[in-house]
């Protein structure tokens, strides 16, 4: 079928706002001295430090004074921090990531996140090689 637009059939991905609105808001807070956070979904896909969940969610700091190595690229953020003294790798998936916005006055904006039953299930494979090395356990399980 046709429409006034051209032949549906042939459609083309068109690629997410979505990273690119993460980094004109960041680039926004940075410019005018307000510190970004971002409040994340958190499964398996998510890499962070699991204490400081609450309800499936966690709100970080993205500023420059409180992480090293910040990337925001289309598929995800992944910078290191400091929790409790402790330097932590830290990866998102764009797909978990439910605001943006700064702490001082809470303008930003939120996304809806929509993590279908299969993304738990493929969970960590997803995940950057150098992540995953970081984030394998050596615990045993004692009966």
Known sequence: MSNQFGDESNKVSIPSTKPYLIRALYQWCIDHQFTPYVSVFVDANVVVPMEYVNKDEIVLNI???????????????????????????IYIPLTHVMAIYSRENSQGMSFPVNIAQSTLAN???????EIKEKTKTHLKLVK
């Open 63 to 89: 500023g420059p004074a409180a992480c090293q190595n910040l990337n925001i690229d289309n598929d995800s953020i992944q910078f290191k921090a400091r929790f409790n003294g402790n330097p932590k790798e």
């Open 123 to 129: 969970s960590a494979k997803d995940l950057p090689t």
